[in-house]
């Protein structure tokens, strides 16, 4: 359970911890691992610091505390580096204390807690953060990390026992280290691991790449110059990360083909993309869902995959119970499904950017609910309770959600069939191949006009 009485809670409370972070030793924070036995941390120094490793003890005073070297991460356009560190071996039911030291400063002691074997967690899932700076007026940076920071203590409130935070992509505005740093500023995220994937905007920068240390990622291997996708494991669910911003397929079919083959008694199957699929979004984008679904939805479908997250649109929406892009089942007025034959797409709205207009706005047939607001701050609760899924989303500062979903799963599989990949698939491999070493050598030479460097 974690405590939010001793995290700020004002503007002003938060602009002084914003502008000491890097005298405190870069305010760590936490990424989920590749299973529950390991937590991924990460924070930032300054250029001149060197020797990064971490301290980690069940003690509180750290007397006997495990030194964990950690990776020196050189970050591209920024005046700071991050640090890398893995911490494996940890065990169910524990509190862990952890520093995190240079050859120049250490940080505070902070803690986290591990959880039990239970089929039993909650999750907090958020996107299109959009944390955004502007050299006009700093204060653009410390209020769109403040707001973020003020969606996890609300959240808290609700569920004090969360045991990660999903973030769909769009973390920062321009993808810049700063916005990263800001993004990744809350002490919550010392406490509770976060898991974020690319969006659009996430690639407008190199910097992504390096900061986040996420689980099962590679940076080579990939036809994107952001990086591979990856995946992970909580209790009995499997995420499966996906940066939906690179067409190529074959990257997305081994991603899928490794993480099931490694984990094949996971009940719930989670998948987070960025992009809206279907549901409400702008008129102008739906060529490239259409496409989008072309691609991963045989995939969706073949490995019966309960969930779909994204964002990007900044419109709410949740869609009828969908197979081979069809809907099986509608869900007008109902709170709940049991044994659905196919998947929920949810695509969440913005958490510091919500639609300043509906114009534009074109829910498809697909969509079963959504929430049109042009204030809303949104964010939602995942609660996993053996054979339920629920969803809760809220707006920020209601006490109530304003709309709430389940899913009942009886088994691995409840009564998703599972297909097999269309004949047409293995063109599309081959020719995603081909556009997506083109298009990631475009992508590239674009920033570098831009004066963007690796």
């Given at each position: 359970?974690?405590?939010?009485?001793?995290?700020?809670?004002?503007?002003?409370?938060?602009?002084?911890?914003?502008?000491?972070?890097?005298?405190?030793?870069?305010?760590?924070?936490?990424?989920?691992?590749?299973?529950?036995t390991?937590?991924?941390?990460?924070?930032?120094?300054?250029?001149?610091e060197?020797?990064?490793?971490?301290l980690?003890?069940?003690?509180?005073?750290?007397?006997d505390?495990?030194?964990?070297?950690?990776?020196?991460?050189?970050?591209?356009?920024?005046?700071?580096?991050?640090?890398?560190?893995?911490?494996?071996?940890?065990?169910?039911?524990k509190?862990?204390y952890?520093?995190?030291?240079?050859?120049?400063?250490?940080?505070?002691?902070?803690?986290?807690?591990?959880?039990?074997?239970?089929?039993?967690?909650?999750?907090?899932?958020?996107?299109?953060?959009?944390?955004?700076?502007?050299?006009?007026?700093?204060?653009?940076?410390?209020?769109?990390?403040?707001?973020?920071?003020?969606?996890?203590?609300?959240?808290?409130?609700?569920?004090?026992?969360?045991?990660?935070i999903?973030?769909?992509?769009?973390?920062?505005?321009?993808?810049?280290?700063?916005?990263?740093?800001?993004?990744?500023?809350?002490?919550?995220?010392?406490?509770?691991?976060?898991?974020?994937?690319?969006?659009?905007?996430?690639?407008?920068?190199?910097?992504?790449?390096?900061?986040?240390?996420?689980?099962?990622?590679?940076?080579?291997?990939?036809?994107?110059?952001?990086?591979s996708?990856?995946?992970?494991?909580?209790?009995?669910?499997l995420?499966?990360?996906?940066?939906?911003?690179?067409?190529?397929?074959?990257?997305?079919?081994?991603?899928f083909?490794?993480?099931?083959?490694?984990?094949?008694?996971?009940?719930?199957?989670?998948?987070?993309?960025?992009?809206?699929?279907?549901?409400?979004?702008?008129?102008?984008?739906?060529?490239e869902?259409?496409?989008?679904?072309?691609?991963?939805?045989?995939?969706?479908d073949?490995?019966?995959?309960?969930?779909?997250?994204g964002?990007?649109?900044h419109?709410?929406?949740?869609?009828?119970?969908?197979h081979?892009?069809?809907?099986?089942?509608?869900?007008?007025?109902?709170?709940?499904?049991t044994?659905?034959?196919?998947?929920?797409?949810?695509?969440?709205?913005?958490?510091?950017?919500?639609?300043?207009?509906?114009?534009?706005?074109?829910?498809?047939?697909?969509?079963?609910?959504?929430?049109?607001?042009?204030?809303?701050?949104?964010?939602?609760?995942?609660?996993?309770?053996?054979?339920?899924?629920?969803?809760?989303?809220?707006?920020?500062?209601?006490?109530?959600?304003?709309?709430?979903?389940?899913?009942?799963?009886?088994?691995?599989?409840?009564a998703?069939?599972?297909?097999?990949?269309?004949?047409?698939?293995?063109?599309?491999?081959?020719?995603?191949?081909?556009?997506?070493?083109i298009?990631?050598?475009?992508?590239?030479?674009?920033?570098?006009?831009?004066?963007?460097k690796?």
């Open positions: 359970m974690t405590e939010i009485k001793d995290f700020p809670e004002t503007l002003e409370q938060w602009r002084g911890h914003w502008e000491g972070i890097l005298d405190k030793g870069g305010n760590p924070f936490l990424c989920p691992g590749a299973d529950d390991k937590r991924n941390i990460v924070w930032t120094s300054r250029k001149d060197t020797e990064p490793f971490v980690l003890s069940e003690n509180s005073s750290l007397d505390a495990k030194r964990i070297k950690a990776r020196r991460i050189q970050l591209p356009n920024s005046v700071v580096d991050t640090n890398h560190a893995e911490l494996c071996g940890l065990l169910p039911n509190t862990y952890y520093r995190c030291v240079t050859n120049q400063k250490h940080s505070e002691i902070y803690s986290f807690n591990t959880k039990g074997e239970s089929d039993i967690f909650s999750c907090i899932y958020i996107s299109d953060v959009h944390v955004g700076s502007s050299k006009d007026n700093p204060e653009v940076l410390t209020e769109t990390g403040f707001r973020l920071h003020k969606v996890f203590l609300e959240a808290l409130s609700h569920r004090p026992d969360i045991s990660m999903l973030s769909g992509g769009d973390q920062a505005s321009s993808g810049k280290a700063d916005e990263y740093r800001a993004f990744s500023a809350s002490p919550v995220l010392s406490e509770i691991p976060i898991n974020c994937i690319v969006g659009n905007h996430d690639k407008k920068n190199f910097v992504y790449t390096y900061f986040f240390n996420n689980p099962n990622y590679k940076i080579d291997g990939s036809h994107s110059f952001i990086g996708d990856h995946w992970f494991t909580h209790n009995n669910a995420f499966l990360c996906i940066d939906s911003n690179n067409s190529c397929l074959g990257d997305h079919i081994k991603t083909e490794t993480a099931f083959s490694e984990n094949p008694g996971c009940k719930w199957k989670i998948l987070m993309i960025h992009h809206d699929l279907y549901g409400g979004h702008n008129k102008n984008r739906s060529r869902n259409r496409l989008l679904a072309n691609l991963l939805v045989p995939l969706i073949k490995y019966g995959i309960d969930l779909v997250t964002g990007h649109s419109y709410y929406s949740r869609s009828h119970i969908l081979n892009k069809k809907i099986v089942e509608k869900t007008d007025g109902k709170s709940e499904t044994n659905p034959k196919g998947t929920i797409f949810l695509a969440s709205g913005s958490v510091n950017c919500p639609r300043n207009t509906k114009k534009g706005y074109l829910p498809g047939p697909e969509c079963a609910a959504d929430h049109i607001s042009t204030d809303d701050r949104i964010y939602n609760i995942f609660d996993f309770q053996g054979d339920r899924l629920t969803v809760r989303s809220y707006a920020m500062g209601k006490k109530e959600p304003f709309e709430v979903f389940s899913i009942v799963k009886h088994g691995l599989d409840g998703h069939p599972r297909t097999k990949f269309p004949v047409y698939y293995g063109l599309y491999r081959a020719i995603t191949f081909i556009y997506g070493l298009n990631n050598r475009i992508e590239i030479n674009r920033l570098h006009k831009k004066g963007i690796e």
